[in-house]
């Protein structure tokens, strides 16, 4: 073991310090005790290395950042705020203080930057690292997958690609700035919260966090929605940076279709309404499925259940 | 992969079926949403194959009660009422569709023992299984492990030290009741909730849950109360499950008080108070730290950080 386990619980207690609003009791009894509102919204997101980070090509700040990421996107993209986390976690014993410090550090900035505390947590040994975030949120107003209605415009937040991008080359060394950032944004994503915001406020009917593919939470708004969304490359293909994802893929010999409509992990906001503000990929009609974005290759993902 | 992973989702969302009171969104979106109160109680628990359970010794099922019950014990040892919980479990992909479904089936039956939902999870593939619950629950008045009192009495709830037992045995091939029933509270432990809501209604000015071992959340309510509680190896002797307990201990020679004083996994709720429905096991004084309960072998554990 190359850290002392009840270091590890004293340097958690201070990276995730909630003498905080709304926290009554943080770390350190059975359970966390916090204000709530009359409704809340719930999730969980696991990461588990070797399928969602790589200790070789994430410092731990970003693996930290990036499973946070993905808890504050599932309660923005329900039109809720997230207040506080609670994080499981797994450790084989092998890693440094260092690094769990890291990792804590990394989840308590991508929590800070919404206004999130961490509040609680368990510790256990096990053969792999896996980490396990929950988020709780203030919700209001409910924005699900099934409000679209025929004849909203499809918006999306930002263009969804980088990540796949950045796994596609991440052991390629390329030297460019781009191809740091589609890098950086697979080991974390850079999530543009405040857009979620702007799509529940602009009213939008249906809203979700592009985790798994675009083409896939494309179809389960048709579904839930019982309408058909007809996505245009042609708009997608105007997204300012769509340009500079394209050269990538070129240089690599990928599709960058593949990218953009199947990777996941951005945590792009997809959103249907009138008038919003975002990026219009297209527009919702009467019918069934996803058309205009046919896939040569499937997604391969495992589906979060939520 | 020994199971269609729409397959595992459709029938999750069958098993954890939330059209019940107080969830308004269940599983299907990207988060869920329930009804909260002014005040929440928030909890994680993860298990991990190899550390925590096995399954050549459990059943999934009983994989599933355990790790739900840490949770729901969690919630009541502040005082609390469970509501609701999310999972986030990894799968290595040859798990069979029959245990996926006993794990989901255990997790649904423990927690609508106590009234409570699975409202969301996630679902990942992974090296080894890996089960993360997180709870959320109504509290009113927060009963922390800080408010011990000189001249309070202590209580448990049962004797502590079947699961250590369990454990102990569960390759010995002892056909006897008694030794089947150590195994099964091992494999998944009963809990009495009840006697938690018996000891918050009496009062109790301290409550925790004994997860990690009675000396060490005997230590924590001393350190966080900042008085002594002298623990009476006496009084514990007469529990009328002692005699049991000493006898299948004695037959592997083993010591009984290893077992109930450094066992941990039973969730065996401790509080301090007067006159509290519960069995009485010693008394709190000024001072620091635990009396009357010397160990030869401190108990090895990583601690939840909550």
């Known amino acids: 073991m190359n850290f002392d386990e009840a270091g590890v619980i004293a340097a958690l207690a201070r990276i995730f310090g909630t003498s905080q609003r709304g926290v009554e009791i943080g770390i350190g009894d059975d359970a966390a005790v916090v204000k709530t509102s009359a409704r809340s919204a719930i999730t969980t997101d696991i990461a588990v290395e070797g399928t969602h980070f790589n200790t070789q090509w994430s410092s731990a700040f970003d693996i930290g950042r990036k499973i946070t990421a993905a808890n504050l996107a599932d309660i923005y993209a329900m039109g809720g705020s997230p207040k506080y986390l609670v994080a499981a976690v797994t450790l084989t014993g092998q890693e440094s203080m260092e690094w769990i410090e890291d ?95 702007q799509f529940a406020n602009g009213k939008a009917t249906s809203l979700c966090d592009v985790s798994d593919a675009l083409v896939i939470q494309a179809e389960q708004i048709a579904a839930a929605s019982k309408v058909q969304l007809s996505i245009e490359k042609d708009l997608l293909s105007k997204h300012p940076e769509f340009a500079t994802l394209s050269e990538i893929a070129d240089s690599q010999g990928i599709d960058v279709w593949q990218w953009i409509l199947a990777g996941g992990e951005d945590h792009v906001f997809l959103a249907t309404g009138k008038d919003l503000t975002g990026f219009r990929i297209g527009s919702v009609q009467s019918g069934t499925g996803v058309i205009g974005v046919e896939m040569k290759k499937a997604p391969d993902i495992w589906r979060h259940f939520n």
Do not use: N
Not at 131 to 148: C, E, F, L, P
């Open 103 to 197: 990792l804590a550090e990394g989840m308590a900035h991508e929590a800070s930057s919404c206004g999130v505390y961490i509040v609680g947590g368990d510790l256990a040994k096990g053969p792999c690292k896996v980490i396990s975030v929950a988020a709780i949120g203030q919700i209001d107003t409910v924005i699900t997958r099934s409000g679209a209605q025929v004849g909203d415009s499809i918006y999306i937040s930002s263009l969804p690609g980088w990540s796949a991008a950045g796994l596609a080359i991440i052991d390629k060394d390329l030297e460019s700035d781009i191809a740091h950032y589609a890098i950086s944004e697979f080991c974390a994503p850079t999530v543009d919260y405040s857009a979620a915001v």
